[in-house]
């Protein structure tokens, strides 16, 4: 059973960094693609990031590129999202998920709140 | 971006009645490797998004089978056969052909 256990969020100020977690269990972490996708609350969902299960292929939506940078540890089955230069409108519960064309979510989300 | 575009944004539905869901891509999803990676999410009130189906019509493992979907192309459809009251909640559609990956802006399930 897929297990995702998203961290790391909390309160910041615009302009401030912040660095989340996925601790992933129940399938075998390097063979997958892993994607970070964030929803405000109360709206809908966006993707935000992937990365290959080797780390090589990465990829970022227009929204944050420039300012997040996603990364993994395969010998820690977790998943990273470093997020700098954070702005108001990045406030929203980021969740992880297994797979990128067909993802599959299993935490219940982290929440980013980025406020003066 | 694809802009994916569904219908209707509410449903009120009658316990034990089908309910459907359109969605509607602005441009084709089917991959170079020949799949479709449309997708159907579930959030029930205060819970995180659920996969229900991927690549148009497989069924996650869990999901009842009266939640099933279909399309081509650029259209498709989640069917519940017969909804009951666990179904409450907000659904939505997921392209993952065409990075950044898409999302409709959701339907809204209700009993009424």
């Known amino acids: 059973q897929v297990q995702l256990v998203e961290s790391g969020g909390g309160l910041v100020k615009p302009g401030g960094s912040l660095r989340l977690s996925c601790e992933a269990s129940?399938?075998?972490?390097?063979?997958?693609?892993m994607i970070w996708f964030r929803q405000v609350p109360g709206k809908g969902l966006e993707s935000i990031s992937y990365i290959s299960g080797s780390g090589s292929d990465t990829n970022y939506a227009d929204s944050v590129k420039g300012r997040f940078t996603i990364s993994r540890d395969n010998t820690r089955n977790s998943l990273y999202l470093q997020m700098s230069s954070l702005k108001v409108e990045d406030t929203a519960v980021y969740y992880c998920a297994r797979s990128a064309r067909v993802p599959k979510l299993g935490g219940q989300g982290t929440l980013v709140t980025v406020s003066s | 971006d694809v802009v994916m575009t569904q219908s209707p944004l509410s449903l009120p539905v009658t316990l034990g009645q089908p309910a459907s869901i359109s969605c509607r891509s602005s441009q084709s999803l089917v991959y170079s490797d020949g799949n479709i990676y449309l997708n159907w999410f579930q959030q029930r009130p205060g819970q995180s998004p659920r996969r229900l189906i991927y690549k148009v019509s497989d069924r996650d493992s869990g999901v009842p089978d009266r939640f099933s979907g279909s399309g081509s192309g650029t259209d498709f459809t989640l069917k519940i056969s017969r909804v009951e009251a666990e179904d409450v909640g907000v659904y939505y559609c997921m392209q993952a052909t065409h990075w950044p990956w898409t999302f409709g802006v959701g339907t809204k399930v209700e009993i009424q």
């Open positions: 129940g399938f075998s972490f390097s063979d997958y693609y």
